[in-house]
């Protein structure tokens, strides 16, 4: 079984920058596929990035150019860096993987959040 622990969530004004990671244990993340999502009040969960074992990366148009997903498989830790950051990001942010490394289908492992605020 994979492990996921997220920190580094926190208060920020809008505008400003904050850097989210994700240790996982139980498995070298290089094999797997990784991925941040996230869930604000009232809405669906829905990805914000996600990054394969090749390192192919995608975001959505919401965040595209504001959050970078990157790993460091010597650390075994997943990272999200979001700049510019704006109210409507605060959620709960997820740190997942998916075992087939491929980024296909069902996401097989859940981290237990981390909170960003973004105030105004």
């Known amino acids: 079984q994979v492990q996921l622990v997220e920190s580094g969530g926190g208060s920020v004004q809008a505008g400003g920058s904050l850097s989210v990671s994700c240790v996982a244990s139980g498995s070298s993340i290089s094999s797997l596929c990784m991925g941040w999502f996230r869930q604000a009040p009232g809405k669906e969960r829905e990805v914000v990035s996600r990054i394969n074992k090749s390192g192919l990366t995608d975001y959505p148009n919401s965040v595209k150019g504001r959050f970078t997903i990157s790993r460091d498989n010597a650390k075994n830790t997943l990272y999200l860096q979001m700049n510019s950051l704006k109210p409507e990001d605060t959620a709960i942010y997820y740190c997942?993987?998916?075992?087939?490394?491929?980024?296909?289908?069902?996401?097989?492992?859940w981290g237990q959040g981390t909170q960003v605020t973004v105030s105004s």
């Open positions: 997942a993987a998916q075992g087939r490394g491929d980024c296909w289908g069902s996401w097989d492992y």
